[in-house]
């Protein structure tokens, strides 16, 4: 069964706007990760956040942690076309190798 | 190469036929995962192989499917007399030691008629 748990699961904006979203979690973590996935192809590793981190920088990318209230954020700043993508994110709930996967938030960057 | 590479990237097959997909991983990755990823949907795990430990196959849906490791290096996972819910893309990623992050193949698209 899948913990993570994005949302939106379908998010359309204009190119340049800021894009949002969120996963949430049922279970303790060491750490939560977020990973992009272009339309057929492999997933691409963004970023990884500790569970002692609260936020972390990545280029255009932001992720936030909040132990307590047992989720995540991913915003992607001034988007672009390219970042047309399903964003993932994945946690260690179950074991330090064994991550679970939410069903991903589907993100359309108009031109 | 670089990255994980996964052959064949498409197959097509019949039912009850068996299916065997190739996964290559980043050289010095002693870590390799097996996932499936139906459309749509998140990532399923099927197996997990750390360097010469035993595996870890408590992800595998039935005893039609099974994978190896060889040498540490290459992986093969084999579906034996498929079935049309076996349809659904088969990911393969490598990762250091410890790390946490996942390489990921470009995946292998299995459509059983």
């Known amino acids: 069964s899948q913990q993570g748990e994005e949302d939106p699961q379908a998010l359309s904006i204009q190119e340049g706007e800021n894009a949002t979203m969120n996963c949430s979690y049922k279970t303790s973590i060491n750490n939560l990760q977020w990973y992009r996935q272009n339309s057929g192809r492999g997933l691409v590793h963004l970023i990884l956040?500790?569970?002692n981190e609260r936020e972390k920088h990545s280029g255009r990318l932001r992720v936030t942690l909040d132990t307590s209230k047992k989720s995540s954020s991913l915003l992607i700043t001034a988007s672009r076309a390219a970042d047309t993508a399903s964003y993932f994110c994945a946690t260690d709930a179950r074991s330090n190798y064994q991550l679970i996967w939410g069903a991903g938030t589907k993100l359309i960057i108009k031109p | 190469g670089a990255g994980v590479s996964q052959s064949p990237s498409n197959k097509v097959t019949e039912k009850g036929k068996d299916v065997e997909l190739r996964c290559d991983p980043i050289s010095g990755h002693t870590a390799l995962y097996w996932y499936r990823q139906s459309l749509g949907q998140g990532l399923e795990f099927l197996i997990y192989?750390?360097?010469?430990?035993?595996?870890?196959k408590s992800g595998l849906p039935s005893d039609r499917f099974s994978a190896e490791r060889t040498g540490g290096s290459v992986s093969t996972l084999t579906i034996q007399r498929t079935q049309q819910e076996d349809s659904a893309v088969y990911l393969c990623a490598s990762s250091p030691l410890n790390t946490g992050e996942l390489f990921f193949g470009e995946g292998s698209r299995l459509t059983v008629l």
């Open positions: 192989f750390q360097g010469n430990s035993a595996p870890d």
């Open positions: 956040i500790r569970s």
